[in-house]
C-alpha cells in the first residue's frame, strides 16, 4: 500500500488527479495530510471519497505525539539515531530551518507510530513534492524501512554506476573525434 503524503490533502488538484491514476490502476493507498483540506477544485464523488479518507495530522493530539515521541527510540533504534543525527546535523540553510526540521522529524515519529500500529501495511511512501509534508514523509520512510541495502540492490547500483562510466567515457572519445574534426578543417 502507498501511503501518500500531502501538506492539505485533496486542496492540491494534482494531488486528487494523481490519486484517480493511482485508483484506476487498482494499487492500494491511503492519503495523508499535515492539514486537513480546506477547499476542494472537484466535485466529483471519488473526490469527496478521497477526502473524507484522507489523516490529517494537525491538530496533534497530544498525550499520542509525546508517546509516540518518546517511544520512538525504542522501536526504530538505530534508525531513530540516524534519523535524528540527520535532523540536528545535515546541511540547513539557517537556525530557523533547522528547527522545523527537528519539529518535522518529531512529527514523523508520531506518523511513523501510527503507521507501524496501523492496519494498513507500508510498503511504499510518496510526497509530491518536498516541503513540509516532503520532509515529514523522508523522515517517516527513513524510519520504516530497513537502511541496509540487500545484495540485489548493491548489484543494481554498482551496474547503473558502471553504465554511467562507459555512457560517459563513450561520449568522450566521441567529443574528441569531433573536435580532431574541426580542428583538421580548419
Keep these: 500500500m502507498i501511503h501518500y503524503m500531502t501538506t492539505r490533502g485533496t486542496s492540491d488538484a494534482w494531488v486528487v488527479n494523481e490519486l484517480r491514476v493511482v485508483a484506476r490502476a487498482g494499487i492500494p493507498f491511503r492519503l495523508h495530510a499535515l492539514r486537513r483540506s ?9 473526490a469527496a471519497q478521497i477526502a473524507a479518507q484522507t489523516q490529517a495530522l494537525y491538530p496533534l493530539p497530544r498525550g499520542a505525539f509525546i508517546a509516540h515521541v518518546l517511544a520512538a527510540p525504542f522501536v526504530f533504534r538505530g534508525r531513530f539515531i540516524a534519523a535524528l543525527w540527520n535532523a540536528l546535523t545535515g546541511p540547513r540553510e539557517t537556525l530557523r530551518v533547522r528547527l522545523v526540521g527537528l519539529w ?3 512529527i514523523a515519529c508520531h506518523w511513523a507510530m501510527m503507521l ?7 510498503s511504499h ?3 509530491q513534492w518536498i516541503h513540509s ?17 540487500t545484495l540485489r540492490m548493491l548489484i543494481g ?16 572519445s566521441a567529443d574528441k573525434k569531433t573536435v580532431a ?4 578543417s580548419h
Design 38 to 46: 480546506e477547499a476542494s477544485y472537484f466535485v466529483s464523488e471519488d
Design 104 to 106: 518535522h522529524f518529531l
Design 116 to 122: 507501524r500500529n496501523g492496519a494498513a501495511p507500508v
Design 125 to 127: 511512501i510518496h510526497s
Design 133 to 149: 509534508a516532503g520532509t515529514v514523509a523522508m523522515f517517516g520512510a527513513w524510519l520504516l524501512f530497513s537502511e541496509t541495502p
Design 157 to 172: 547500483g554498482a551496474l547503473i554506476i558502471v553504465a554511467i562510466v562507459v555512457s560517459a567515457r563513450m561520449s568522450g
Design 181 to 184: 574534426a574541426e580542428a583538421a
